[in-house]
């Protein structure tokens, strides 16, 4: 119950963090991304906030031994750049300059109740079903320890 | 066109920084937003299952906030036809998936961890984006 409620209540701040920064609303985002027209630089503001309080949190939370409501800190251990990672970001990043929205600037709008985000809603959970099957499919016909 | 709004967005921005921080002091995982919805896409209810569907459900439930502190709901302009949406959309579960991780994971989790594929991750996706928005607004002329 502890880890439900405490979840919730971050969401509920990361959320307002994203409604209040503008992240949410992809006529500032596009415009974020149009350097040569109509350029709104907000949003660089909003990763330098993000960045800068995180960057100093993780300092201090990762010099304790274990989270407080689960057994340990879960951290990503790649250090390698590889074409997967690369690929997909860079399909992320168009997929993101012709919608406007990212899966976290997205989320607090869909709960707005309006038509189009829930329509980029379904599509990105489409594409995330597509990518699986198909690494999936991949992986099978790889020899195994290839 | 649309406002500048620096203090806005660095407040806005502090508070994404202020959940990362508090979901890793807490529960001690990434708060990455494409992370935690593939996550949920699993028909095995594990553990993590409770706490994404919970950390999801505040993130839907924060306009209320707004609603709360300021008196309106936060304006929201979506200045795409909603074929761009479903086929940005596709891509963009296709291209998360596939690079693990978003703007929020590895564009802020991971960089300030100084994490070589979190950087490396969005200065392709901030490219690519740039590119496209580019090609949409000056070439199609859209």
């Known amino acids: 119950m502890a880890r439900i409620l405490s979840a919730f209540v971050i969401g509920l701040i990361f959320g307002t963090g994203i409604l209040v920064s503008g992240m949410g609303n992809p006529a500032k985002v596009l415009n974020f991304f149009d350097l040569a027209g109509t350029w709104d630089p907000s949003l660089a503001f909003v990763m330098g906030g993000a960045l800068l309080v995180t960057a100093i949190g993780y300092r201090v939370v990762l010099t304790k031994p274990e989270p407080v409501l689960e057994g340990s800190f879960l951290l990503p251990a790649r250090r390698d750049l590889d074409l997967k990672l690369i690929g997909g970001s860079a399909v992320f990043g168009i997929g993101w300059g012709m919608a406007g929205f990212c899966p976290g600037g997205l989320v607090p709008v869909l709960g707005l109740g309006m038509a189009e985000p829930a329509l980029t809603a379904v599509s990105i959970v489409a594409g995330m079903l597509a990518a699986r099957w198909t690494s999936r499919i991949a992986l099978k016909k790889q020899p195994a320890g290839a | ?142």
Do not use: E
Not at chain 2, 81 to 109: E, R, Y
Not at chain 2, 124 to 133: E, K, L, P, Q
């Open chain 2, 1 to 142: 066109m649309t406002d500048f709004t620096p203090l806005q967005s660095l407040t806005g921005g502090m508070l994404i920084g202020l959940a990362a921080v508090a979901l890793m002091m807490m529960h001690g995982r990434i708060a990455g937003i494409s992370g935690i919805v593939n996550g949920l896409l699993t028909l095995q209810l594990n553990k993590d299952w409770a706490w994404r569907a919970a950390f999801l459900a505040g993130m839907i439930l924060s306009p209320l906030i707004l609603l709360v502190a300021t008196g309106r709901l936060p304006d929201i302009q979506i200045p795409v036809a909603a074929p761009l949406l479903a086929v940005g959309g596709f891509l963009i579960g296709i291209g998360v998936t596939l690079g693990s991780g978003c703007t929020s994971g590895h564009g802020v989790c991971g960089m300030s961890r100084l994490s070589k594929r979190s950087i490396a991750a969005t200065l392709t996706f901030m490219v690519t984006a740039v590119i496209t928005v580019f090609v949409i607004r000056h070439t199609l002329g859209g």
